[in-house]
């Protein structure tokens, strides 16, 4: 068998045996023109003429969903939305019904005083939009002469619309998020003057109560029976602090069940009581902004069904 010599040169060597790296040329390099600093940042015309005193005064009007949208707009805006001041009334709002005092204690004791940490990471529900829950079941329709039966597609809505002080609106139709919305604003009994009752007469008043992520809900159906529903919810986010979803546990109907208290623990629900299972599609929030781009505005034949996630 023959055998053959290679001989390697310094050249091959250190073309082969060494890592290429192109960047390499770019070290010492000036990468800014000179006379000017490296941080040089030009500011835009609201940035000059307004003081960062006078936009965190601003940004205390703002909403805590608007706020952080504010945040997005620019480095400036993002430092100051990030102000702790900024975020206690946002919590004072979403945590009314542990009270002041706790949440104040709560926010030193488990937050070191953060109070956009603990708006971000506690649990609470949402006020700035509707909670929407879409439920389709398939229905068979009449025999017809020699016509075969029919099957229809039922689609209707179930929609929770909460408010701090303990207080939610509840609605069940088959309008969409879009047609109702206006109706959910205020509760039926604190609508103001001059504003439109169309559909109010459908709205229902009911109370709540959270502990940690379980919702309990009750309202009461205006019939002679007094019927009570009472609703259980897990309350969960998809990203943090966004709190837009809610899983109904069980659906209840109680008859003249009013004396019993309003609680989150199971132990404590009245006894008997018609348990539902149709209904309990995911509730799904939507913002009041996007009421009339949301998705669950699309009839039957264009979203059979949806998936909330």
Known sequence: MATVALTVTEHDFSRWMQPRRPWHVLYGLRLHTPGSTRHEVQLAPIQQLVPEEILADIMTLLGPYTLAKAACVCSQWGALAKRDSL????????????????????????????????????????????????????????????????????????????????????????????????????????????????GIAKVLAGRYAIKGTRLACQVEYPNMAGTQIRTTLELRSTTRGANNRLDPLSIKSYDNAASTPLSVDDELEPEGGLAHNRGTSTYVFVPWEHVVESQLNLPVTAMDFYVPG
């Open 87 to 198: 975020w206690q009334a946002a919590c004072y709002d979403a945590f009314r019904t542990r009270g002041r005092d706790e949440t104040l204690q709560l926010v030193r004791r488990q937050y070191r005083g953060r109070w956009r940490t603990m708006f971000l990471d506690l649990p609470h529900l949402r006020f700035d939009g509707v909670y929407v829950s879409r439920n389709t079941y398939i229905r068979t329709g009449i025999t017809e002469w020699r016509v075969k039966n029919p099957v229809h597609l039922v689609c209707y809505y179930r929609y929770l619309r909460f408010f701090p002080a303990g207080d939610f609106a509840y609605r069940t139709c088959p309008e969409t998020i879009a047609q109702v919305a206006a109706s959910l604003e205020h509760l039926p009994n604190r609508r103001p003057r001059g504003r439109s009752r169309e």
